[in-house]
């Protein structure tokens, strides 16, 4: 079983469509990541949280340390938000452990 | 501007050939890693380095090598002992503490033919 686990791995919408994408850990954490990598392979990061929430224009991160679970949010999805989204918990120092990610794709 | 640059892009190498990707960084972080991602996995890691002329093997490090012998500079040697070198490899960058932005460079795609 990994330490950080993701829901859906696959995910499709149609544009205008609220998503939720879910990451769940299993070991304690000092920071929850949440990443986006381009089709091309860039990894972007989207999010840091240590505890609540946090709001960047269409996006809104979430994260409850007690039930070792964060979510990701998309709001007005649109086509050019598909991408791999990547959880990763600082589990050790600086040192991330990384979730299988999800492909989201969006349809106009 | 301040950022992460991987080079090269693409690469194809020979089986039994050394290949060394570069990974140089202009953000003035302690921190450097190499990650690898196969196809519908998640990063591995296979080095990392939290200070200058230091680094420590990651979850994969076998058949690979590193140096730091410049805070800016983290290249990753792909060594012919590496079984299954094809894959997509990441670098990454940040503060040395813990809970810090992680920066990413772009990646470099290795072929072996």
């Known amino acids: 079983k990994n330490e950080v686990e993701q829901s859906p791995q696959n995910l499709t919408a149609q544009e205008g469509e609220f998503i939720t994408i879910n990451c769940s850990y299993s070991v304690g954490i000092s920071a929850l990541h949440w990443l986006q990598q381009h089709p091309g392979g860039g990894i972007v990061s989207l999010f840091m949280?240590?505890?609540g929430k946090k709001k960047h224009g269409r996006l809104i991160a979430t994260i409850n340390i007690q039930e070792k679970h964060s979510s990701l949010h998309i709001t007005a999805s649109h086509p050019r938000d598909s991408a791999v989204y990547i959880c990763?918990?600082?589990?050790?120092?600086?040192?991330?452990?990384f979730g299988e990610g999800t492909q989201l794709t969006v349809n106009p | 501007d301040g950022g992460i640059t991987q080079s090269p892009k693409y690469l194809f190498r020979k089986e039994g050939q050394n290949v060394t990707l570069s990974c140089e960084q202009n953000l003035n972080h302690d921190a450097m890693y190499w990650y690898r991602q196969d196809p519908g996995q998640g990063l591995r890691l296979i080095y990392y380095?939290?200070?200058?002329?230091?680094?420590q093997k990651g979850d994969i490090a076998e058949g690979y090598s590193v140096s730091r012998e410049k805070k800016e500079s983290f290249p990753l040697t792909v060594t012919s002992a590496q079984k299954n070198p094809t894959a997509f490899y990441l670098c990454?960058?940040?503060?040395?503490?813990?809970?810090?932005?992680?920066?990413f460079g772009e990646g470099s795609w290795l072929t072996v033919v």
């Open positions: 380095s939290q200070i200058v002329n230091d680094f």
């Open positions: 949280l240590s505890s």
């Open positions: 990763a918990a600082s589990v050790s120092g600086s040192r991330l452990t």
């Open positions: 990454a960058s940040s503060s040395d503490r813990g809970g810090n932005t992680i920066y």
